[in-house]
Nanobody
């Protein structure tokens, strides 16, 4: 499974961005897809994930502001990020959970105050 992430950028606090992650390869093996982020000097953390059956988890810090969704025919997962805060600044990584696991390349999100 290969993942191609896109959609990062620079935005002012209170703004919005949408990240996309397109999967290719052995799609049928994927159980969960999600977004993680890693801020400078911090560990990588889960932001949100969505299972094959549609179950969704969010980090407490993004609940009510971020929405994860998927377009199965397009093999794409989205992360809609609203009301962005400077503390959301990080490199965001897409991940697919399957037997081996896959990470996409990171996409930088910078939120200015």
């Amino acid at each position: 499974v290969q993942l191609q992430a896109s959609g990062g950028g620079l935005v002012q606090a209170g703004g919005s961005l949408r990240l996309s992650c397109k999967a290719s390869g052995s799609i049928s093996r994927i159980n969960v897809m999600g977004w993680y982020r890693q801020a400078p000097g911090k560990q990588r953390e889960l932001v949100a994930d969505i299972s094959y059956g549609g179950s969704i988890n969010y980090a407490d810090s993004v609940k009510g502001r971020f929405t994860i969704s998927k377009d199965s025919p397009k093999n794409t997962v989205y992360l809609q990020m609203n009301s962005l805060k400077p503390e959301d600044t990080a490199v965001y990584y897409c991940r697919a959970d399957w037997a081996l696991g896959s990470w996409g390349q990171g996409t930088l999100v910078t939120v200015s105050s």
